[in-house]
């Protein structure tokens, strides 16, 4: 119920709305007096958005599972929101919430657990919170890096390039 302007109006359905648009999926309204099914089985012709899943694999080609609502969902395209990488069509990766393109190993942006899982002139460090290969800062970049806290947590810097070393410039307290 919703009270506007003391009159009250029911809106049975909102919610349904409400995560069909976090899930980018078409939402109508149920039909009055229309029984929504409660024990919905995906057929192998005919997937659809209502499916219930508990895997992948029970959703079918085209298809994942959303495995927070328990519903087959379609892949999704480069720049649309998703939560891990089998929500995304073959190529793309799911990082920071969104399809991207899928980097190479070793390479700069791709995912990470190590240094050396990156290659040379590169550290493995969050950005946003997913691990990834970044380059190693040049003479002259900025170097700071925060105490701790949310900043320290979710994006870090690598540290300076071979031979180099962060210290606090004299003349402009510039850091190298």
């Given amino acids: 119920h919703i009270c506007l302007a003391a009159v009250c109006l029911t809106l049975p359905s909102v919610r349904g709305h409400i995560w069909a648009w976090m899930l980018s999926i078409p939402y109508s309204p149920p039909q009055e007096g229309a029984l929504v099914p409660q024990d919905t089985t995906p057929s192998s012709s005919a997937k659809s958005s209502t499916a219930v899943c508990d895997h992948d694999r029970t959703c079918g080609r085209g298809f994942s599972c959303d495995r927070h609502f328990g519903l087959c969902v379609p892949l999704k395209h480069a ?21 991207h393109r899928s980097v190479p190993e070793g390479q700069e942006g791709a995912r990470c657990k190590l ?7 590169m550290c493995c460090a969050r950005h946003h919170g997913e691990s990834i290969c970044k380059r190693r800062l040049p003479l002259g970049a900025s170097c700071f890096v925060p105490d701790g ?3 320290f947590s979710i994006n870090q810097i690598c540290p300076c390039d071979e031979g180099l070393l962060c210290r606090q410039a004299a003349a402009n307290a510039r850091r190298e």
């Fill in 115 to 121: 240094d050396r899982d990156c290659g040379s002139s």
């Fill in 79 to 99: 720049g649309q929101y998703c939560r891990r990488d089998a929500q995304c069509l073959r190529g793309l990766s799911c990082m920071f919430g969104k399809c």
């Fill in 149 to 151: 806290g949310l900043a």
